[in-house]
């Protein structure tokens, strides 16, 4: 049986889980759209490039494996900053590229959408992030694989037939692990954590974060020790456990935390990621001694460094403790009361009195997406209920993902069949750039729109931080038109917010939402400014 | 004396022309832009870095050079698309890209806006692309002047200092070409001329087209045949001249214009340049014989190529027809008269009756923008006064760029003194992708929107060319909250049109405007359904 090149890359993909392909469209990809369809695919169409990568990459995030279709030249190069973000975490996201036909390449002529030098070589730079093309080396011949998915980029050649029976196989291999070293690792841990006498876990979100949280709430019911979490491990835990003791992020932390965190005598860190936005711009100060710093393809304890995986040693360690005589007759150490929350009673809206307001906004089940910046930091004074999740970059840090992921995160979320409501928390500065994500936010988008963090940095005042002046409310509805009913709210008082948290029309469900919130002029979180040493 | 290397560049900037600096900054970039406006550059922020790179592009048209700022990671990446526009038509734009400290990118630490990987290697794409980086060979001490300029783009040593006496040194040597060479050439086209009974001009868009559309007037009023333009040539000449033919596209084209053209036994084409946009798609049917090909760096006769250059070679061609007797005594010859366009008097608005209509709209020193597709196709129906420029892009072919290079024309148009009214003719496909370039177009903009070309293309009904229903005149007040006044209007019917038009409040220029046409589902102008051999 012989199959097109093109539906079996969408077969692919399907396998894979992918059941929405995101991206735009043009002459070079119409033929090649007319397969997704036919392989039971869903396509949406996104208003540009960068927010359909950002789109595949909330996708991915959620269901596992996202993709996304460009032309070559200005839609390829446009999806890069997308593209480079979804590398940056271990989200897999393939895409596609249409180009010209053979033919029209190997002619000379200067096709549209080339530079006009007659050169086609427009290649993304970080070849090495196209997992999917990864994929291709399983096709069953495998002497022409790399071939073959070249020339699935064309049109034409998507349209050439080729076996089927390639798709029998699976595509990745296992991590594969020595039981041996698994053993050792988990006898070494278990000695570490009951010879201390404060150990604690922090959740970080290195790591893949996607696969090894399952095992989390596991662990820390086995180890009853307190545990935090880091900017990008916020949500991937539950935080209404008494165990819970806050987020900590280096000196920017309440003093509690800090304390607590950097006197204990034994750290299991989940997918530690050092970056400065995680680390509270690289204030943290836990000794490498007393870590347990579990990645991806090795587990440390101390100096020492095992090649295994986090997933292979979480399960074991969960059974590990919970057969541990030692652990077993300690007592339950909570952690110290953690108040950090300041709630000034002002008139005009505060940063201070926002985020920890929020939380009675969010129910169990709510994904949350925030931005880098103000939300990104002022959401770790947010209280998350159980069964909530948070998503946040602290690494690529490229403001404008917030909004357009939510897209893909809909999608996906509403693919599964598990219901949940996306609370977008962004900010005026990233929406100028990826506003137009709103078009396709039909569906549970909760946007709030705050100032941004930039003020913070160089240049308080300066020019060069003035963003323009934009009717959010006005621009969600005008995006909105498709869409039967959208709400949108304006609020710039503490006591208008209050009456809107308390309102029940902000909880219907099925109408989308936006809330403009004017916070004070040059206001920050106060975590924030303790790192820049101000107030 | 010494100064910052920062100032330093800022300063060529200037002596290059720029008077403004486009970008989007961030933590990187913040003490960099404290410089120009010590220089005497203005600083414009664009709400997002596509945006941005196409108003360098746009600004550099008109006013021979533009800078663009964003930093590393995603910033740069996500100019990229507008970079390798401005390469693709010889604009020149300088990409200047902030880094992390030295110290920082030596510290191995994970910051952000990398990919994570420790690796700060996020090149663009295509380095030659950066002219003002070749610029910098020219530094004073030679030996150093690219490590000087390397290092410019990292914030801390923007602010180190070297010596500024460089900056006498002019940037550019001049193109070398040859007496001798030239004098032969324009005597072979003069004999080619002589010998000719039908000569005529091509006005086209390549090879620099600002550097020698001076030149042009001079040369029809010279010759007195008669001329054409090409899609990339619209706007370079005046077409008021009686001896004006009209639009040459190839196929698409009206019948009389097609056996004027290839009926020429001598076709002066300047600036050719034969990308599919350009020729109707490769539907051009000129004989190689029959042409000069006048180009950056060289002009053909026939099959023969020379080393010189069409801005070499027009001026002497000018002179040697004005001392011509043979040409002197040659009876003036005008073009065919060309009636093609098709005014249907329907009660809903169509293409065949829209561009010929907007002609009695436009002025003498209007600036026109049109994007690729429907609008840069329809265009070639629109009559233009004198004096009148047209841009478009016939070869990157990037939808998304009419509004966003709109943005750098408004202020170069501005800082140059002359009076210019921006008209934008762009697609509702193409505002998906830039539509925030309306939140800086405060002055002389009138966008029209008009339905996608995308749909005569490959999939006429198919869901991949949906594109969302926005309200346009919604959006665009609600991105100009800080412009006192606004102007929008909807029109759908041919008689609303036409009161429009002949409306005198559309004329007033103080005012920002926008036009939203809605034009009959799937319609196109009648050189695109040529094309496509649809009616």
């Known amino acids: 049986m012989s199959i097109l090149v093109g539906e079996y890359l969408f077969r692919r993909l399907k396998q894979l889980g992918v059941g929405t392909v995101f991206g735009v469209p043009d002459d070079c990809e119409l033929a090649l759209l007319d397969l997704p369809p036919k392989e039971g695919l869903e396509w949406m169409g996104t208003p540009n490039e960068l927010v359909g990568a ?64 007659g050169s086609y070589d427009i290649k993304p730079l970080h070849q090495d992030v196209w997992r999917a093309f990864c994929a291709t ?33 699976p595509l990745y291999p296992h991590i594969i692990s020595d039981p041996d070293t698994e053993a050792a690792v988990v006898k070494e841990i278990l000695a570490k954590i009951e010879a201390a006498s404060s150990p604690i876990i922090v959740v970080d979100g290195g790591a893949g974060r996607r696969d090894w949280v399952p095992f989390v709430d596991k662990l820390i019911a086995a180890a009853q020790v307190p545990f935090y979490v880091t900017t990008l491990g916020k949500g991937a835990v539950n935080e209404t456990s008494s165990l819970f003791g806050g987020a900590y992020c280096g000196a920017g932390s309440p003093a509690s935390v800090i304390q607590a965190v950097e006197a204990a005598d034994c750290v299991l860190w989940l997918g530690n990621l050092p970056s400065d936005f995680n680390t509270g711009m690289f204030s943290e100060n836990v000794k490498t001694a007393n870590i347990v710093d579990f990645q991806r393809f090795s587990v440390s304890v101390g100096q020492a460094k095992y090649a295994t995986s986090i997933t292979h040693i979480l399960p074991k360690l969960v059974t590990g403790i919970q057969k541990s005589g030692a652990l077993a007759s300690r007592q339950q150490s909570l952690p110290p009361a953690c108040t950090p929350y300041l709630v000034p009673a002002s008139e005009t809206l505060t940063q201070d009195y926002l985020w920890p307001r929020l939380s009675g906004f969010l129910r169990s089940g709510d994904l949350v997406v925030t931005e880098t910046g103000t939300s990104q930091v002022g959401f770790l004074s947010t209280a ?152």
């Not at 011949?141 to 089927?164: C, F, K, Q």
Request: charged residues 20%; contains cysteine.
């Open 54 to 117: 950002y789109a595949a990459d909330g996708y991915a995030r959620y269901k596992g494996f996202g993709a996304l279709v460009t032309t070559f030249g200005p839609g390829e190069l446009s999806a890069l900053c997308g593209i480079g973000r979804a590398f940056c975490e271990f989200v897999p996201v393939v895409h596609i590229v249409g180009y010209p036909t053979t033919a029209s390449q190997h002619s000379g002529r200067i096709l549209h959408h080339t530079l006009g030098d």
């Open 137 to 169: 080396t399983v096709l069953k011949n495998a002497a022409t694989a790399t071939a073959e998915i070249d020339r699935v980029l064309t049109e034409d050649v998507a349209y050439s037939s080729v076996p089927a029976a390639g798709l029998d196989a």
């Open 384 to 535: 998350l209920p159980a069964q909530a999740s948070v998503w946040t970059q602290a690494v690529y840090g490229s403001i404008n993902y917030a909004a357009a992921a939510a897209v893909g995160a809909s999608v996906a979320v509403k693919a599964t069949g598990d219901y949940k409501r996306i609370v977008i928390v962004t900010g005026e500065g990233s929406l100028q750039l990826t506003v137009q994500a709103f078009s396709i936010l039909a569906r549970h988008g909760v946007p709030c729109v705050v100032y941004t963090v930039e003020r913070y940095f160089h240049g308080f005042e300066a020019k060069y931080n003035d963003v323009p002046l934009w009717d959010y409310c006005a621009l969600f509805k005008a995006m909105a038109l498709n869409v039967p009913r959208v709400q949108t709210y304006k609020v710039a008082k503490t006591a208008e917010l209050d009456a809107l948290l308390n309102d029940a029309t902000i909880r219907e469900e099925a109408v989308p939402k936006l809330v403009e919130l004017e916070l004070v002029y040059g206001d920050a979180p106060y975590l924030l400014r303790g790192l820049f040493g101000k107030k």
